[in-house]
């Protein structure tokens, strides 16, 4: 995978650096506010201060010891700071991914053509700031592009791997669907006219380092509805804290400040509140890891959620292109000048299928007659493509219905053997392309698809997932179900037009399904559109990209898997994060609890299950954990919490053992230990 | 003493073999299938008629809480002023006094709640008109309510997308008429057969042999026993509740009224299955529910047949267990089934003294009250499941990768919202309230009121918080039982228990009927591979972790410093 190329270093020292100057900057209050729960701990941490402050001038140590109020302090402010480190590091991965593709566009001199020519010659140099949307630039070999555009002009090979981290270079060009070049990309040979698609400051890279910078970021409904609990979590445990002080007062036990706060700062949940949105930063930065540019957040989070998965056959289910390779001329037709008619057909014909039956026919082009010949393109409306050559003899190759169509228009009959033979090909997995003379069927051509390897175990993977796939094809129904059984998809769509595909997701959609595509060309812009996730292709047309709500940089048709992936993985790093959070809460009640009432309650000793050194190391060794544990989950957090398809129920039994049970016991452990330790100096 | 336990055994699975069919029976009651009281058809129709009710009228969420909101308030005013004036009023034989007006407003509520704290005595608190016209009235038709709310809220997710909650007015008749009349009379023909009273004449005048002459309070108390029982109200005819040797005679009205508590909340969860045709859903909510009400009860018939400690130091056998509080007729582990099916079901009722249960038992029921959904309360019992549920189908959906969803309708931040907000709320009632008494006790003992805060408490030190953490928790679960040993008939305590019985009763009443009213209107989706199954063993597994660790979370050091430190203090 190309991303391995672009993988940074959880604890890069120039991050980690960076990071940590964050994590004192966003001690602002106006920041922390956004963040409920750490926002508490910072307004805890200043009472402390305070709290210490006062007793280092006046003396009175009836709130306890001053080395001890002033540790809890520190402790708490580590927490905080931890907090903000976790987020700034997420931020600060998320940047340096940006910063190394914003490096490859910093003002490269563009050609501009200048306005009111329509030439390729008439240009001027300028800075690439300088362009505006609607202006033409062009592009030599070795030039860097200088900005997001479409090749009006003009043929090119071009260097990606700025972008996408993939050496072997691309081929763009004018029309059609791969006629989108990125800005920072290298032209390698030829000469493109190209006009810009966006403004600066607003190119895909451009909104995706706002993204990450954290400036745009805009929470996602499901954070949105975590964040609520989990502030209602805290709000349960000011209950909790503020009634204690009375509920202490009838039991004649004094309390202390520093204790009250910890057994605060320990009960709300700060593991999850201080990794919350460092988890959301980190899913945005390893969707861009994997090449994928997320409009939002919340793309990545619906990814998660897809129940329909349309996947176009060609490029994603099957090998590139299909191959000729056999020609069954009809009864009464010389094989010899059946396969000359088909090559003759397919001269002009620069799709890879036709390029594929002049190989197969071995033929040379210069021994064909093509002066003054009239070459018919292929439209999907006529779904046939052909030649008309100056000897008067009309040739064309087409789908079967479409071909029939025009044969019996005219008034011939469409041959039995060769309608059998159309039939014995399709059942096989293989496209007939039939080919007529004169409205007169010559015979069929056999086009095979090959199915790409382990493309099987991918759509077994998204059934587990519960994603059911469909497949999208122009093939005829029989080709189309051969395909789709060995490949092993859910369901497709045979001969499909676009409007086919809107209306199967529209249908799909009513039904309360999510549903996710890919595409490149314009003609897919409108199911980009309506599709829950759009993915485009980077080198599709400016219009696919806009329609989208993602952009994959690696024109990979399999790369929605990930995305898949790396939407679930999203969601259930935050719900193991909040579970262990919470379930970490019994331990540390057991340690802080009967602390807190030994001295007067002695009973309450029985409590202390842990033999916790003293009521101090206890409260101590509980505020300790619950801050190193935000630092030790860093990675986890940024990583993610791994996803395996093993169907909700397992995957929930799962994670709640490790996380759950694992919450409980952990605490019990870690708390322990650090008391032992905290014991030998107390 | 292994008969008394095979007796609390055999009870239990008697309940649970009568609240099988009558589950069915319910559900077909509200599908409107044909049934065995279908004979009841005309009578409704009558009273739908003389009340201008159309029962077939769809009602949204929000016309459904309106139209249960407005009959309440009516019930209340009601019952308010019935009880200021009852000693103007006629069936009075003891010429008992009018309420004060605080102890009206908190009978008043009490009554329309559901939860039936009393904080008068039966005997001389209430007049035989009051006992019937405000009491059992209000005793059939809070439990009424509470299974129209429930019928209201299984609606959302009969169908796939729907705004219709069902008619509130059509449920709520068919509740009284068609459920708790008839098992009422039942019950009723039973205790009065086995000599609970059933008589308009005032007190008798008995001789004990000791010669003494001794009031004995009577009434027609059976039929109030009955649905006192079956409504989960709690609310007794005399003072000292099924304890009272006329209102709980012996064994077999024992075993008849404790089945009655569990009866139709239990069958209210297995109409739940029946009712959406989703019954393996309706195992997994009893499971949870039965697993730890059997865990509850085995601790407390544990440490009541096991006896007292202190006692034991003393020297002193206890074959029949702790006896301090208890029934001889009915034994210690009879009362400790009853105690925890009572604050499992929000009923209240006792036939035993909470306040002289041991320490440990002591904390079982109260954390009982406080997760207050094993069963619960008629109908409202399975709406606070219903919280808990949203709550583990938020976090779980995420654990598993996935937007969460219940029943195929997306669970977003305003449902999780609303959820939160209930959960917050009983910790808020009930740690809030208890705090307030706790600083009165510690601050202001001596305060120039009625009842000085130093002489509320029977009890010091742990024991005395139990008692004040016990009323409020019982307010805010609806419950009505009382740890006693509290002097509660005054204004601090019919006040706030008042304010505390209100917004424990309605508030999470509209919260579950108003996320299931926004959720039934979201767009259906249906179940793929991914989905998470919330009929399954592990997302019931899920629930129960959530109801314990935010029941644990909320109230553990109010449960350490009262039952908890007693328990150790031993």
């Known amino acids: ?682 | 003493m292994n008969s008394e336990i095979l007796g609390t055994i055999l009870i239990f699975l008697a309940t649970l073999l009568l609240a099988y069919p009558l589950g069915k029976y319910i559900a077909k009651v509200f599908e409107g299938e044909k049934n065995i009281t279908n004979f009841l058809n005309p009578v409704e129709r009558f009273f739908f008629r003389i009340c201008g009710i159309n029962p077939n009228e769809s009602m949204n969420w929000k016309q459904f809480l309106k139209a249960m909101l407005t009959i309440n308030m009516l019930w209340l005013v009601y019952a308010f002023f019935a009880l200021i004036f009852q000693d103007k009023l006629p069936l009075n034989p003891d010429g008992n006094p009018g309420q004060t007006p605080d102890l009206a407003f908190n009978t008043a509520i009490s009554f329309l709640v559901n939860c039936n704290l009393q904080h008068y005595s039966g005997e001389s608190g209430l007049t035989y008109f009051t006992q019937l016209f405000v009491i059992t009235f209000l005793q059939f038709v809070s439990a009424a309510t509470g299974i129209a709310m429930l019928v209201g809220l299984l609606n959302a997710f009969k169908e796939k997308t729907t705004q219709n909650l069902g008619n509130f007015w059509n449920y709520f008749v068919k509740s009284i008429t068609r459920i708790l009349l008839p098992l009422s009379i039942v019950v009723a023909i039973i205790l009065a057969f086995n000599g609970t009273p059933t008589s308009f004449d005032g007190k008798d005048t008995i001789i004990t042999l000791q010669g003494d002459t001794v009031q004995v309070a009577r009434g027609p108390a059976a039929g109030m026993i009955a649905i006192k029982q079956l409504g989960t109200n709690g609310g007794g005819w005399f003072g000292v509740n099924s304890s009272h040797p006329l209102e709980n005679p012996n064994y077999i009205t024992n075993a008849v009224e404790t089945i009655s508590i569990l009866l139709i909340p239990i069958a209210l969860v297995f109409a739940l299955g029946f009712y959406l045709n989703k019954r393996k859903l309706a195992k997994v909510i009893f499971g949870v529910m039965t697993f730890l009400f059997v865990i509850f009860c085995a601790i407390n018939i544990y440490y009541e047949t096991k006896g007292n400690p202190a006692i034991d130091k003393l020297g002193i056998a206890q074959t029949a267990g702790s006896m301090e509080g208890k029934e001889v007729r009915l034994g210690a582990a009879a009362t400790a089934l009853w105690s925890v099916a009572t604050t499992s079901t929000s009923n209240g009722s006792v036939n035993g003294m909470h306040d002289s249960l041991t320490p440990l038992s002591g904390g079982v029921v109260l954390l009982d009250m406080m997760i207050n959904a094993l069963y619960g309360g008629v109908g409202v019992g399975i709406l606070n499941y219903f919280i808990f549920i949203i709550i583990a189908v938020f976090i779980s959906g995420l654990m598993v990768g996935r937007t969460p969803e219940f029943m195929g309708h997306k669970v977003e931040a305003r449902e999780v919202k609303i959820a939160a907000l209930i959960t917050l709320l009983s910790a808020f009632l009930i740690k809030g309230f208890t705090a307030l008494a706790a600083y009165m006790v510690a601050h202001h003992p001596d305060i120039a009121w009625q009842v000085k805060p130093g002489a509320w408490l029977n009890n010091p030190s742990y024991h005395g918080f139990s008692e004040m953490l016990y009323e409020f928790t019982s307010a805010n679960a609806n419950n009505g039982s009382g740890f006693e040993g509290l002097g509660d008939n005054n204004v601090f305590w019919n006040v706030t228990t008042g304010i505390v019985l209100l917004m424990g009763r309605f508030l999470p009443i509209i919260a579950p009927i108003a996320i299931a009213g926004i959720l039934a209107k979201k767009k259906f989706i249906p179940e793929s591979p991914g989905t998470l199954r919330t009929d399954s063993g592990t997302f019931g597994v899920m629930t129960l972790a959530v109801i314990l660790i935010l029941t644990a979370l909320s109230y553990l050091p109010a449960l350490a410093l009262g039952p908890i430190a007693e328990f150790f203090s031993l």
């Not at chain 1, 989990?230 to 007062?249: E, G, Q, R, S």
């Not at chain 1, 998204?462 to 789709?484: C, E, H, W």
């Not at chain 1, 000793?605 to 842990?610: A, D, F, G, P």
């Open chain 1, 1 to 682: 995978m190309t991303q391995n190329k672009r993988s940074i270093k959880l604890f890069d020292p120039a991050l980690v650096g960076t990071a940590i100057g964050q994590s004192f900057t966003k001690l602002n209050p106006w920041l922390m506010i956004k963040n409920p729960v750490m926002f508490t701990v910072e307004i805890g941490t200043i009472i402390m201060l305070v709290v210490s402050l006062y007793q280092l001038f006046t003396g009175d140590n009836s709130q306890g010891a001053l080395w001890y109020n002033i540790t809890i302090f520190f402790i708490l402010l580590l927490t905080v700071l931890f907090a903000n480190f976790a987020e700034a590091l997420a931020e600060a991965r998320g940047k340096a991914q940006a910063e190394s593709l914003r490096k490859t566009r910093e003002d490269t001199p563009a050609k501009k053509i200048n306005a009111g020519t329509s030439g390729m010659n008439d240009y001027k140099t300028v800075a690439s700031s300088l362009l505006r949307k609607g202006d033409f630039f062009i592009c030599e070999p070795g030039d860097i592009i200088p900005m997001d555009g479409e090749i009006v002009e003009g043929i090119a090979t071009i260097d990606e791997s700025a972008i996408t981290g993939e050496s072997a270079p691309v081929i763009r060009e004018s029309g059609g669907d791969k006629s989108s070049v990125t800005g920072g990309t290298k032209v390698l040979s030829d000469r493109i006219k190209v006009k810009v698609t966006t403004e600066p400051g607003e190119s895909f890279l451009d909104k995706m380092i706002a993204l990450v910078e954290g400036a745009s970021r805009q929470k996602t409904p499901n954070e949105i509805a975590l964040t609520i609990l989990l502030a209602a979590f805290t709000l349960i445990f000011i209950i909790v804290c503020v009634t204690l002080k009375p509920f202490a007062d009838y039991a004649n036990t004094p309390i202390t400040i520093a204790a009250f706060i910890s057994l605060f700062v320990c009960l709300i949940p700060t593991t999850i509140g201080g990794l919350l949105s460092a988890i959301g930063i980190a899913g945005m930065d390893r969707a861009l890891r994997a090449n994928v540019i997320a409009k939002s957040g919340k793309a990545v989070e619906t990814a998660g959620d897809i129940d329909v998965l349309l996947l176009d056959k060609t490029g994603t289910i099957t090998i590139g292109n299909r191959k000729a390779t056999n020609f069954y001329p009809a009864n009464g037709i010389d094989k010899t000048a059946f396969i000359d008619a088909c090559t003759l057909s397919s001269l002009a014909d620069h799709t890879p299928e036709g390029k594929s039956i002049v190989e197969l026919a071995g033929a040379n082009a210069v021994n064909f007659n093509t002066t003054n010949a009239i070459f018919i393109d292929f439209t999907a409306e006529t779904r046939s493509s052909g030649v008309d050559l100056a000897d008067g003899r009309r040739i064309r190759k087409g789908a079967f219905d479409s071909i029939k169509n025009i044969v019996t228009k005219a008034g011939n009959s469409f041959p039995e053997e060769t309608a059998e033979s159309v039939k014995a090909i399709s059942s096989n997995g293989g496209t007939p392309l039939v080919v007529s003379q004169n409205e007169k069927i010559l015979g069929v051509i056999e086009l095979q698809d090959i199915i790409k390897p382990g493309i099987q175990e991918r759509f077994e993977r998204l059934r587990k997932m519960g994603v059911k796939t469909v497949m999208v094809t122009g093939d005829n129904p029989l080709t189309a179900k051969f395909i789709a059984e060995k490949a092993g998809v859910d369901d497709f769509i045979a001969e499909a037009k676009p409007e086919d595909k809107m209306n199967y997701i529209r249908r799909e959609q009513e039904s309360g399904k999510l549903v996710a595509m890919m595409g490149d060309g314009t003609n897919d812009a409108p199911a980009l559109a309506q599709a829950d996730v759009g993915v485009a292709m980077n080198s599709g047309t400016a219009a696919a990209k806009e329609a989208g709500n993602m952009v994959d940089l690696d024109n990979d048709p399999t790369k929605l898997i990930e995305i898949v992936e790396i939407g679930k993985q999203l969601l259930i790093t935050r719900g193991t994060l909040t579970t262990f959070s919470i379930a970490n809460d019994v331990a540390k009640y057991f340690a802080i609890v009967p602390a807190l009432f030994i001295a007067s309650i002695p009973a309450l000793q029985s409590l202390n299950i842990m033999g916790l050194y003293s009521p101090e190391s206890a409260i101590l060794a509980a505020v300790i954990f619950n801050a190193i544990i935000i630092p030790m989950l860093i990675p986890l957090a940024l990583k993610g919490v791994a996803y395996k398809p093993i169907g909700a129920s397992a995957l929930l039994r799962r994670n709640l053992l490790i996380y759950g049970v694992g919450g409980v016991i952990v605490p019990f452990i870690g708390i322990k230990l650090i008391d032992m330790l905290l014991g030998l100096f107390m």
